[in-house]
């Protein structure tokens, strides 16, 4: 309904989510730099943008656009090192699949009418502020995670995040540090300090990485040797 009816928030996907990103049609996977030329990274990432109508690289280091319009649609052909292949936004594909849950789809899947499905997509669509509170409830169930995926989604195409009095409300849980103090040091902090140390980490800021991402290197690069098991 909300996408049906156009009550998402056009700007905010554009900016501020992966919905414009690109996905190859013949291995439904992200467009990325090492497709389009020989020694190209695996982490870059590409929209098309409307105003140039060409190819963009979608940056690292801000989410601003500086003027440029990410389609969230269409269908666009590019040149990869394996010949000419066609794309689409995300947010193209989103639509495909929603549109096999119409109200009347999705009552039948849960038993909720589909005028209260209708009544709920426009409260949230045209709502101010929207919080949902998460907790553990749905973490307990098969597949739960998706389940939450699908709320945080909700919000997503709303512009209901990164606001005051919007958003998903979570319920932390205990590290052990809570227990033990500056004595116990969560993985995530000792992986970090090594990469403050690393020769690399000048660049890795350089080229925009956040703290998350460089522990995300360095835990790839363990697990590609072997000294880290899953």
């Not at 601003?64 to 066609?86: F, M, N, Q």
């Not at 045209?126 to 995926?149: C, D, F, Q, S, T």
């Not at 969560?186 to 990469?195: F, H």
Request: charged share 30%.
């Amino acid at each position: 309904v909300i996408v049906r009816d156009k009550l998402y928030k056009e700007g905010f996907i554009r900016e501020q989510t992966d919905l414009p990103l690109l996905v190859r049609e013949d291995t439904r996977k992200f467009l990325k730099e090492k497709d389009l030329k020989r020694g190209g990274k695996d982490e870059v990432f590409y929209f098309w943008d409307t105003t140039a109508n060409r190819l963009t690289e979608a940056s690292k280091k801000t989410l601003a656009l500086d003027g440029k319009v990410p389609a969230l649609e269409g269908v666009y052909e590019v040149e990869t090192i394996s010949g000419r292949v066609k794309v689409r936004p995300v947010f193209e594909l989103l639509k495909k699949q929603l549109e096999k849950y119409s109200p009347a789809d999705a009552s039948r899947i849960t038993g909720v009418s589909p005028e209260l499905i209708e009544r709920l997509a426009q409260e949230i669509g045209l709502a101010e502020r929207v919080i949902y509170p998460v907790h553990l409830n749905w973490g307990k169930m098969y597949h739960g995670n998706l389940i939450e995926r699908c709320t945080a989604l909700v919000l997503v195409l709303c512009g209901q995040i990164g606001k005051k009095g919007a958003g998903l409300l979570g319920q932390g849980t205990f590290n052990l540090d809570f227990s033990l103090g500056a004595i116990e040091q969560q993985g995530d902090q000792v992986i970090a300090a090594s990469a403050a140390a690393d020769p690399r980490y000048a660049t890795w800021r350089e080229e925009g990485y956040t703290d998350e991402m460089i522990v995300y290197e360095y835990v790839r690069e363990a697990y590609a040797k072997g000294s880290l098991a899953a």
